[in-house]
């Protein structure tokens, strides 16, 4: 007999059951049982059921790069810090403009879930003082030998390092995050005033479920490492919860021929195949459009102490 799924209650506002439709069947790297469920209530997009907080952590300390590694296309390369950092420069061509604007009173900077440190060693040559918290095992002793200052956990940063600081950052990680109210509040805590909080999620409305509804990509969408998925909508809820100003921006990553490989071919990869023909330009448009709409790819969130 095939168990059925149990129609949860909101995980985000404690809604009842009548409230919850799937929004995401199938749960990459999960089981038949896990879905991706969406709150009529709040809008908030969960994971139920959730991995447990001890395979979370087994997952985290060792697994992480591996399962990243399978999941993504010639476009990202986890198969090791050397590869991951290098691959990672076009991220931070797009993201250090959108930060410079807030840099110029910053001096001490800090990232949460650092990887290969490839933000922190931009920040750097900018002239910031940069420290790291990663749980991950996997390229800690890599980010170390590029003079960067790198901690496996808060403890152990907070014994190093005073706070408060100028600027934290996170990029794909509070969509990791079990308890995101509870997250922000306790980083913010560690912000001078004046001082922000800047972070990237990707947004639940991708034009590739939401516009375009590329089956291949509905199957490859859904992670088991993300216990939530967040629209212009459920962010702004979970951050009018901190009682911090904050503010939203639409963002687009991935080009038209990215796109275009999921639809023809089913799968990532396809980042720059077609440059010779959509140029620049042509992306910066597609991209501008896109965001004009909010069916994007990302979410850039700045929150102000
Ligand atoms: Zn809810």
């Not at 069947?25 to 469920?37: C, I, L, M, R, T």
């Not at 060693?121 to 390229?139: E, M, N, R, T």
């Not at 890599?142 to 808060?154: L, N």
């Amino acid at each position: 007999m095939t168990k059925v799924a149990s129609i949860p209650q909101c995980r985000f506002c404690s809604a009842s059951a009548e409230f919850q439709s799937i929004k995401g069947h199938y749960v990459y790297g999960g089981d038949p049982q896990q879905h991706f469920w969406q709150c009529r209530s709040c809008q908030m997009i969960y994971l139920d059921p959730p991995m447990s907080e001890a395979q979370e952590h087994h997952f985290y300390k060792q697994e992480f790069e591996k399962y990243m590694d399978q999941r993504s296309g010639e476009d990202t390369n986890w198969s090791g810090p050397e590869q991951h950092f290098c691959a990672n420069q076009r991220e931070v061509n797009r993201r250090i403009p959108f930060l410079e604007p807030y840099l110029n009173d910053v001096k001490t900077v800090l990232e949460l879930g650092c990887s290969s440190g490839f933000m922190l060693s931009a920040l750097k040559s900018h002239g910031k003082k940069v420290y790291g918290i990663d749980p991950s095992d996997g390229f800690i002793e890599y980010i170390k030998g590029k003079g960067i200052a790198v901690f496996a956990s808060d403890e152990d940063f907070k014994k190093a390092i005073n706070i408060p600081l100028d600027l934290i950052i996170h990029y794909y990680v509070f969509e990791h995050i079990r308890h995101p109210v509870e997250f922000i509040k306790k980083y913010m805590t560690w912000i001078k005033k004046g001082g922000r909080m800047i972070f990237e999620v990707p947004c639940a409305t991708d034009p590739l479920v939401e516009l375009y509804k590329v089956p291949a990509f509905e199957q490859f969408y859904w992670s088991v490492a993300h216990h939530w998925y967040f629209t212009k909508e459920s962010l702004s809820r979970v951050l009018e919860k901190t009682d911090y100003a904050f503010q939203l921006f639409a963002e687009q990553r991935y080009d038209i021929s990215n796109h275009m490989v999921w639809m023809l071919e089913g799968r990532p990869g396809g980042l720059g195949r077609y440059n010779h023909v959509f140029d620049e330009e042509l992306n910066r448009q597609y991209k501008e459009q896109l965001k004009k709409y909010w069916i994007c790819d990302t979410i850039v969130a700045v929150v102000e102490k």
